[in-house]
């Protein structure tokens, strides 16, 4: 616990030098619109995936050097196993970047991981305050009403992500298994 303490506190220091003070607000990001519009044209998932990566890549950019080193500490916190220590980070980083969805995002990851299903549902409707195009998020909400067995709001979540990523793999395969469960065999 100390030794946490010890390392946050050298992290923000350091942070400190890079601008801790600077507050962060995602604006509107017309390449994201661009790359967004091309996912949704894509006629496949070969061509989609490429967009899909550049769309993710976009999405872990937060513009403050500050809030991106914050996702560096919180991804390698989470590697070493200490999801306690990644989700001070996130909180660090949604702090600085109010309007920045991806810490969110990684936070409903951890609670997911941790199966603390309304932390998880609490953070992934923070992201999609932000970003209502994550269909990561969305894909992540439908998960876990599917483990809830609440399946027609799966379904609703799965598609809701192939709305904004038609060739989105995981949705897919969601609604290839829901539908004939939620609408009958002939879904």
């Not at 604006?27 to 061509?47: C, I, N, S, V």
Request: overall charge negative; proline content about 5%; charged content about 25%.
């Amino acid at each position: 616990m100390l030794r946490r303490a010890f390392l946050i506190l050298g992290c923000l220091a350091g942070l400190a030098a890079c601008g801790l003070a600077e507050r962060v607000r995602t604006p509107h990001d017309p390449e994201l619109d661009a790359l967004f519009a091309q996912l949704k044209a894509a006629p496949d998932a070969d061509h989609a995936k490429p967009l899909e990566e550049r769309i993710w890549a976009r999405w872990g950019r937060s513009g403050s050097p500050t809030v991106d080193i914050l996702l560096e500490r919180a991804s390698a916190a989470e590697n070493a196993g200490d999801k306690d220590l990644a989700a001070e980070f996130l909180t660090q980083a949604s702090d600085l970047a109010p309007g920045f969805a991806e810490p969110w995002n990684r936070r409903a990851v951890l609670a997911y991981d941790a199966h603390d299903y309304t932390g998880a549902i609490a953070a992934i409707e923070e992201t999609l305050k932000r970003e209502p195009r994550h269909f990561g998020a969305l894909t992540g909400l439908a998960l876990i009403y599917e483990d809830l067995g609440r399946k027609r709001q799966a379904l609703m979540a799965y598609r809701a992500a192939l709305a904004v990523h038609p060739h989105f793999a995981e949705a897919l395969r969601g609604v290839a298994r829901l539908a004939p469960q939620v609408e009958g065999s002939d879904a």
